[in-house]
C-alpha cells in the first residue's frame, strides 16, 4: 500500500519569501501522479499542482514548483514571492496510474502542513 | 467557475442514528468519491462511484455505509447507524475521467454524539 508523509505539521513564512514544504511517499509502482493542494481556511480543497512520475521535468504553476526526485521518493513544494492569500492547509497525495485493477481512483494523502503568511 | 456543493455544513446526530450527506458534484463530471478527515488524522478515500454503482472502496467503508445516486445530480453518502468514531469531516469530489483532476467540496462536519 502506498503512504504519504508531510513531516511538517506546520510552516511560516514572511511575505515576499520563498518556502519550501517537504512530502514524502513510498510506493513499489513505477507510474503514478503526486498531487499538491490547498484547503483555505472554511474553504474547498483545489489543486495547486500536479507531476506525472514518467516526467523528468519538475511541474511548475506561476509561484509554485515542486521538486521531484523519484529515486528519493520525494516530492516539496515550493512557494516563491509568498503572499496572505497562500495561508492555508497544503496536502500533498498520491495516485496509481494502473490502468486496471487496485487502486487507481482513489487520493492517497499525508497529514497536511498548515502555512501561516506573515506580513 | 463550477464546483462541487456540499449540504449540510455541520451535522450533528446520536449514536444509532442514520445521516446522510449530501453532494452535487460537478455537472459534466462522470467520477464521484468521498473521502473523510477524522480530527487531526489524514484525509482518507471511502469510495468512488461510476456508472451507477461503486468502483472502488476502502476498508473503512463498511456494510454501514452506502451511496446512490438518486438522480441527475445529487451523490449521497448514507451511513445507517453512526458510532461515535464514524465523527470527521467528510469531502465529496468529482473528476470528468479518472485521469482529471478531483475537483472538492467544502465538506460536512458530522459530529456524532
Known amino acids: 500500500a502506498q503512504t504519504v508523509t508531510q513531516s511538517q505539521p506546520e510552516m511560516s513564512v514572511q511575505e515576499a519569501e520563498t518556502v519550501t514544504l517537504s512530502c514524502t511517499y513510498d510506493t513499489s509502482e513505477s507510474d503514478y501522479y503526486l498531487f499538491w493542494y490547498k484547503q483555505p481556511p472554511s474553504r474547498q480543497m483545489i489543486l495547486v499542482i500536479r507531476q506525472e512520475a514518467y516526467k523528468q521535468q519538475n511541474a511548475t504553476e506561476n509561484r509554485f514548483s515542486v521538486n521531484f526526485q523519484k529515486a528519493a521518493k520525494s516530492f516539496s513544494l515550493k512557494i516563491s514571492d509568498s503572499q496572505l492569500g497562500d495561508a492555508a492547509m497544503y496536502f500533498c497525495a498520491y495516485r496509481s496510474q494502473r490502468e486496471s485493477g487496485g487502486s487507481n481512483y482513489k487520493l492517497t494523502f499525508g497529514k497536511g502542513t498548515l502555512l501561516t503568511v506573515n506580513p | 467557475e463550477p464546483e462541487v456543493t456540499q449540504t449540510p455544513s455541520h451535522q450533528v446526530t446520536q449514536m444509532g442514528q442514520e445521516v446522510i450527506l449530501r453532494c452535487v458534484p460537478i455537472?459534466?463530471?462522470?467520477?464521484f468519491y468521498w473521502y473523510r478527515q477524522i480530527l487531526g488524522q489524514k484525509v482518507e478515500f471511502l469510495v468512488s462511484f461510476y456508472n451507477n454503482e461503486i468502483s472502488e472502496k476502502s476498508e473503512i467503508f463498511d456494510d454501514q455505509f452506502s451511496v446512490e445516486r438518486p438522480d441527475g445530480s445529487n451523490f449521497t453518502l448514507k451511513i445507517r447507524s453512526t458510532k461515535l468514531e464514524d465523527s470527521a469531516m467528510y469531502f465529496c469530489?468529482?473528476?470528468?475521467?479518472?485521469?482529471?483532476?478531483?475537483?472538492f467540496g467544502p465538506g460536512t462536519r458530522l459530529t456524532v454524539l
Open positions: 469530489a468529482s473528476s470528468e475521467t479518472r485521469y482529471n483532476e478531483q475537483f
Open positions: 455537472s459534466n463530471h462522470l467520477y
